[in-house]
T-cell receptor, first 116, second 115 residues
């Protein structure tokens, strides 16, 4: 079955450590996205990539970094510079820019990161 | 810039009652509109989307939404609520105004279904 996988489901880290969240898709989608979700808030866009080897900052990119070396993979690194990293992180993908043809985004199951 | 407003962060209905979740959008160009559902500790699942083909859009699980340009609304409805409908619902917008390929999400509405 095609879909998006995120691993691990739960992740615990000590403050000051960098941590990388995995996101893989086998939908042959060009675009991929990372969102952060906090209780009582909507989804906030961290980074997105429309094509391999290219990505753009979203609304809350500070303290995060990404890479897009392969079409299938879009890992997110939460660095020690992120002041409040504890959150639920969601990865998504779409055929292409939804602004062009109304393509929907497909979401992974999420990773809950807890930093203490 | 495009935006969406979901009226009511929490909605409670009885099982079998009408579900109405409100979404208003802001856009100076024809938008694409989406409704997603999220169950606890899971990702989002697409319920339905509007891409200008028809103003009344039918989705999964018996949900539908009507695009009303004059009211800049895209409210989600279901005639009869089921216990399994309890979840958080997000409205989202995209369009030519949107920078890059991104959706803008509302803050979500938590739906509770009472037996």
């Amino acid at each position: 079955d095609g879909g998006i996988t995120q691993s691990p489901k739960y992740l615990f880290r000590k403050e000051g450590q960098n941590v990388t969240l995995s996101c893989e898709q086998n939908l042959n989608h060009d675009a991929m996205y990372w969102y952060r979700q906090d209780p009582g808030q909507g989804l906030r866009l961290i980074y997105y990539s429309q094509i391999v080897n290219d990505f753009q900052k979203g609304d809350i990119a500070e303290g995060y970094s990404v890479s897009r070396e392969k079409k299938e993979s879009f890992p997110l690194t939460v660095t020690s510079a992120q002041k409040n990293p504890t959150a639920f992180y969601l990865c998504a993908s779409s055929k292409g820019p939804p602004a062009n043809l109304g393509y929907e985004q497909y979401f992974g199951p999420g990773t809950r990161l807890t930093v203490t | 810039a495009q935006s969406v407003t979901q009226l009511g962060s929490h909605v409670s209905v009885s099982e079998g009652a009408l579900v109405l979740l409100r979404c208003n959008y802001s856009s100076s160009v024809p938008p694409y509109l989406f409704w997603y559902v999220q169950y606890p500790n899971q990702g989002l699942q697409l319920l339905l989307k509007y891409t200008s083909a028809a103003t009344l859009v039918k989705g999964i699980n018996g949900f539908e939404a009507e695009f009303k340009k004059s009211e800049t609304s895209f409210h989600l409805t279901k005639p009869s609520a089921h216990m399994s409908d309890a979840a958080e619902y997000f409205c989202a917008v995209s369009g030519w105004e949107t920078s890059g390929s991104r959706l803008t999400f509302g803050e979500g509405t938590q739906l509770t279904v009472n037996p």
